[in-house]
């Protein structure tokens, strides 16, 4: 079945230390989203791929960076985790203009 | 910006009850969706509205796009267990390359046996 895969599902990380969590999808969608997502709030967007083009959203911290190699996966980077950063993050694709997003089951952070 | 608000926060109902929600916009959009999230899960796609005075149904799950583009409802017949999650509706916002999605604020759906 066609979808969207987030590894890991749980990530604990210590504060400050680096942490990369990975999304890849057999969609072949062109459009790939990161959210992150605090206790009982809806998602917010951090930014989005359209094919290479990275589109960051205003309010996104520097910290955050993301990485799309090729089609099928897509990066988040954090680069000095803060306890603040604790969420789930959601990957989402879409194959574009006018599609519907489908979401990854998400991986949730824990900062030490 | 764009917001959408969803009622009621939260239900508690019993197993077999039906259920309604909706949820309201300051502005109009021309796509609506409904999502349903799991405990630790990713959003999963209910239903999708494309057109004012839509009504579509998916299962016990019936969706409608109210006639102002401004709101839309979502009913759940007959209640079970496995209905327990929180229910976002999404409106998307084409900008560039992509859609972006503004989400409503949930409704927290618990059933009791």
């Known amino acids: 079945d066609a979808m969207v895969i987030q590894n890991p599902r749980y990530q604990v990380t210590q504060f400050g230390k680096p942490v990369t969590l990975s999304c890849s999808q057999t969609?072949?969608?062109?459009?790939m989203y990161w959210y992150q997502q605090k206790s009982s709030q809806a998602p917010k967007l951090l930014f989005h791929?359209?094919?290479?083009?990275?589109?960051n959203e205003a309010d996104t911290p520097d910290n955050f960076q993301s990485r799309r190699p090729n089609t099928s996966f897509c990066f988040l980077d954090i680069r000095s985790p803060g306890l603040g950063d604790a969420a789930m993050y959601l990957c989402?694709?879409?194959?574009?203009?006018?599609?519907?997003?489908?979401f990854g089951p998400g991986t949730r952070l824990l900062v030490l | 910006g764009q917001q959408l608000n969803q009622n009621p926060q939260s239900m508690f109902i019993q197993e077999g009850e039906d259920v309604s929600m909706n949820c309201t916009s300051s502005?109009?959009?021309?796509?609506w969706l409904w999502y349903k999230q799991d405990p630790g899960e990713g959003p999963v796609l209910l239903i999708a509205?494309?057109?004012?005075?839509e009504l579509t149904s998916n299962g016990r799950l019936t969706a409608q796009f109210g006639i102002t583009r401004k709101d839309s409802f979502l009913n759940i017949s007959a209640s079970i267990p496995s209905d327990v999650g929180i229910y976002f509706c999404?409106?998307?916002?084409?900008?560039?390359?992509?859609?972006?999605?503004?989400f409503g604020t949930g409704t927290r759906l618990q059933v009791t046996l």
């Open positions: 999404a409106g998307p916002s084409f900008e560039g390359t992509a859609s972006k999605l503004t």
């Open positions: 509205l494309y057109k004012a005075g």
């Open positions: 969609l072949n969608h062109n459009v």
């Open positions: 989402a694709t879409s194959s574009g203009l006018f599609e519907t997003q489908y």
């Open positions: 791929y359209y094919d290479k083009d990275f589109n």
């Open positions: 502005s109009i959009f021309n796509t």
